[in-house]
C-alpha cells in the first residue's frame, strides 16, 4: 500500500525535500553560531537523502545510505572542531571565533579537510553518495535538476562561509591567552577524516557491480 501511494504521489515528498534543502541552505548563510551552521548543513544533506530514497530506485536507496554514513562522519568531526574552539574562546559566535589560523594552523588543516568533505569535494565518501542521488533524482524527472543545482552550489557556498569566517580575518581583541591543540584532538579529527576517504576506494569495486546489477535489474539509469 504504501509503495503505491509513493509512487502516486512521490513528486509531492521529492518537491518538498528539495526546495526544504535550498531554504535551509539559505537558512545558513545567515547564521553567525557554528554549531547552529554546522546542524543547518545536515537537514540541508538529509533533504537530497529522502529526495533520493522516495524516488524508489536501486541508485536512489544505494545514494541515501552511502551519504548518511560520510554525512554522519562529516558533521560529527565540524561539531567537534566546534567545540575546540568553544573550549578554548567561550563562545560558539563567529564574530569571536575568527582568525583560528594564527593561534591554532594544525586545527585549521582539519576544518579545511572536513569543510572540503562537507562540499562534496573528491576523493571523499560524499561525493560517491551524491554522485548516486543525482543519479537516481534526475533520472526521476529532469525538472529536479534546477533545485539540485541550488542545492550544491549553496551547498558549497555556506561551507566556504563557515571555513574562510573562522579561519581568515582579524583576530578577536578580547582573546588574551591560548592553547594549541592536543594529540587527543588531532586523534579524533584523524578517525573521523580517515573513513571518509578510505572507504571509497573500497566503494569502487561496490559501483562497479551496482551498476551491473542495475543494467542487469532494468533499472532506469541517467548517464
Request: proline share 2%.
Amino acid at each position: 500500500f504504501l509503495q503505491l501511494m509513493n509512487l502516486k504521489y512521490s513528486f509531492v515528498w521529492i518537491s518538498i525535500s528539495l526546495v526544504g534543502g535550498v531554504l535551509v541552505s539559505l537558512v545558513c548563510l545567515r547564521q553567525t553560531d557554528l554549531k547552529a551552521l554546522i546542524a543547518y548543513s545536515s537537514v540541508a544533506h538529509m533533504g537530497i537523502v529522502l529526495a533520493g530514497l522516495l524516488t524508489m530506485t536501486y541508485w536512489g536507496l544505494c545514494g541515501s545510505y552511502t551519504l548518511m554514513i560520510a554525512h554522519g562522519l562529516c558533521s560529527s568531526g565540524l561539531f567537534c572542531l566546534a567545540n575546540v574552539s568553544y573550549e578554548r574562546l567561550g563562545s560558539r559566535s563567529m564574530l569571536i571565533n575568527k582568525g583560528l589560523l594564527n593561534f591554532m594552523p594544525a586545527m585549521t588543516l582539519w576544518w579545511f579537510l572536513l569543510s572540503s568533505a562537507n562540499m562534496a569535494a573528491p576523493p571523499t565518501l560524499n561525493l560517491l553518495g551524491e554522485i548516486s542521488l543525482l543519479n537516481s533524482i534526475v533520472s526521476w524527472s529532469w525538472i529536479s535538476m534546477i533545485m539540485l543545482s541550488f542545492l550544491s552550489f549553496f551547498s558549497a557556498a555556506y561551507t566556504l562561509y563557515l571555513y574562510s569566517f573562522s579561519q581568515h580575518g582579524k583576530l578577536f581583541s578580547g582573546v588574551y591567552s591560548f592553547s594549541s591543540g592536543k594529540i587527543r584532538e588531532y586523534l579524533l579529527m584523524l578517525l573521523h577524516w580517515l573513513p571518509l576517504n578510505l572507504l571509497i576506494l573500497k566503494s569502487e569495486s561496490c559501483i562497479l557491480w551496482l551498476y551491473l546489477n542495475s543494467l542487469k535489474k532494468n533499472t532506469n539509469l541517467w548517464c
